[in-house]
């Protein structure tokens, strides 16, 4: 009798494991993975944008047989005003299945005006200024194409990466010369997330009334042409992997950089416009997960 109670209760143990095993097959492919998606961004130069608001449709992931496929557990339109995710600050845009493997481009399809269409009367990717007031995003074919996400991960079988898309808003929005119109042509990277380390610091000796901006490249890749007036329709410093503006308390920012040696290149403004640079500080090594600090005083630049 008391070896039947023994049999009978493990039975009961039993039971709800296999139960939830099979459930499992039936949502789960063997041998995938999965990836959580997160977004961030870098801050604007000028100071009279408030928001910058953008509404995704659809998530795309180029797939091993080298074609298109959807995410089709992204659950869109959403919108996200971008200038909420600084400063290391991110957002979760979804959790979705992938075949194991190696990846390297995701694609955005955008819900936004495409220039030459005229102003929408209710536009879903826009600016805010400080009045309160907004402006459309125009974008040449973001409805149809997409964006694509450049950066390079890896999904295990019966794991999750975690990775993160920056949007870079700073070289995404530029003016048209006659029109004004606000147009959005991003450039996005992909992180992985366990392998980002940053850069933060204090500077100092900052004159009255003017704005820093730090600009982290890659080792030995700044030139001078960076900083001249930028084309049509494009930004300045347009080699930059990443930068923040100097807050407040003088303390700058910069999250989400891959492993490695980086150049800060530090410039002014004045009144959110482009001033001049200062000075370069060369060679500020990040490694993965780690904060590097690296103060910066203006009068030894």
């Known amino acids: ?24 097959s039936d949502t789960e492919t063997p041998g995938a993975g999965h990836l959580r998606l997160h977004i961030t961004d870098a801050p604007l130069d000028a100071e009279n944008i408030t928001g910058v608001y953008i509404t995704f449709s659809e998530i795309h992931y180029k797939g091993h047989d ?5 995410f089709d557990e992204f659950d869109g339109p959403v919108t996200i005003n971008l200038l909420d995710l600084t400063r290391g600050e991110t957002d979760i845009l979804g959790f979705f299945e992938l075949e194991a493997g190696t990846y390297s481009q995701l694609r955005f399809i955008l819900l936004a005006t495409e220039r030459g269409q005229g102003p929408p009367s ?7 200024f400080e009045d309160g007031t907004t402006t459309p995003l125009f974008v040449p074919s973001g409805e ?7 950066g390079h991960f890896s999904v295990p079988a019966n794991g999750h990466t975690e990775v993160t898309a920056d949007f870079d808003i700073r070289r995404s929005v530029v003016r048209a ?37 730090v600009y982290a490249y890659e080792s030995g890749t700044y030139t001078e042409e960076e ?41 002014s403004t004045l009144d959110g416009e482009f001033e001049e640079v200062l000075g370069i500080v060369e060679g500020v090594t990040v490694e993965s997960g780690q904060t590097t600090v690296r103060d910066i005083d203006l009068e030894e630049l």
Request: glycine content about 8%; hydrophobic content about 40%.
């Open 1 to 24: 009798m008391f070896r039947s109670t023994k049999f009978l209760y493990a039975l009961l143990l039993l039971v709800p494991a296999l139960l939830f095993t099979a459930c499992e």
């Open 66 to 70: 080298e074609n298109w496929h959807r």
């Open 122 to 128: 209710n536009p879903q990717t826009y600016l805010e």
């Open 144 to 150: 149809q194409t997409g964006y694509k996400a450049i």
């Open 177 to 213: 010369g006659a029109s004004g119109l606000y147009l959005l042509k991003p450039t996005i990277r992909l992180i992985v997330n366990e392998e980002a380390g940053r850069i933060t610091g204090e500077v100092t000796s900052v004159p009255e009334n003017t704005g820093i901006v």
């Open 227 to 267: 900083a001249a007036e930028p084309e049509a329709e494009q930004s300045r410093f347009p080699g930059a992997v990443n930068t923040d503006m100097v807050d407040e308390e003088g303390i700058y920012h910069i999250d989400f950089l891959a492993p490695g040696s980086y150049d800060l290149v530090v410039a």
